[in-house]
């Protein structure tokens, strides 16, 4: 894949330290990595940028964006459309 949508929910302001672990365990040289996280409340804040040097340098990092419970299916699907990711 050459897009990867990375989610995790916010713990105590952060993305749980498993999603380091993840970002470590595989190479993600030259992906593209588009992070989102669920929360009570809580927004991305420095989640995002917190788990990127866990992450090879060369990876592209689109901004970070929050999705509470009351998240529809057509406000994630309008969310990558958005994104206007490069893929077909
Ligand atoms: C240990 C722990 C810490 C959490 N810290 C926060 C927090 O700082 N801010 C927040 O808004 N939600 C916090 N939450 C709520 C989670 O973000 C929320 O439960 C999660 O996004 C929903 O996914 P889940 O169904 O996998 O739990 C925390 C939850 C847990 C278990």
Redesign the pocket.
């Known amino acids: 894949y050459d897009v990867i949508f990375l989610g995790y ?5 952060q993305a749980p330290r498993i999603i380091n672990t993840f970002l470590e365990s595989y190479d993600f040289s030259g992906k593209t990595i588009v992070p989102f996280c ?5 927004g991305i804040g420095s989640s995002a940028e917190n788990l990127k040097g866990s992450c090879s340098d060369s990876a592209v990092w689109y901004d970070g964006t929050r999705f509470g419970s009351a998240v529809s299916a057509e406000d994630v699907a309008g969310w990558i459309h958005e994104l206007d990711l490069p893929i077909r």
Not at 38 to 42: E, K
């Open positions: 929910p916010i713990w105590n302001g669920t929360s009570g409340s809580s």
